[in-house]
Nanobody, 115 residues
Framework: QVQLVESGGGLVQPGGSLRLSCAAS????????MGWYRQAPGQQRELVAL?????????KYADSVKGRFTISRDNAKNTTYLQMNSLKPEDTAVYYC???????WGQGTQVTVSS
């Protein structure tokens, strides 16, 4: 049974920072490609960031977050992180963790950027 538990969301002012965490179980984490998606009300779910497994650790980012967000992983803790800096109101969304290959999503964590 694959389980993903996101945490770290909340309310932050524009220009602020948050770090999201995704704790995974039920997978061989170190070999899994992990991603963060987000979905705003009335919008399509979009890929924000991706980090590959198998020791490569290659990353990709959506143009809208490149230079502001950083995805990382700690294989010893079976956890993927998304560090979000210089947050904008447009970043407001529910953020979801995803395991490529298993097609499994986390429950999501709300990020709200507002004064």
């Amino acid at each position: 049974q694959v389980q993903l538990v996101e945490s770290g969301g909340g309310l932050v002012q524009p220009g602020g920072s948050l770090r999201l965490s995704c704790a995974a179980s039920g997978i061989v984490f170190r070999y899994s490609d992990m991603g963060w998606y987000r979905q705003a009300p009335g919008q399509q779910r979009e890929l924000v960031a991706l980090i590959t497994g198998g020791g490569a650790g290659s990353t990709k980012y959506a143009d809208s977050v490149k230079g502001r967000f950083t995805i990382s992983r700690d294989n010893a803790k079976n956890t993927t992180y998304l560090q979000m800096n210089s947050l904008k109101p447009e970043d407001t969304a529910v953020y979801y963790c995803y395991v490529f290959g298993t097609s499994h999503w986390g429950q999501g964590t709300q990020v709200t950027v507002s004064s």
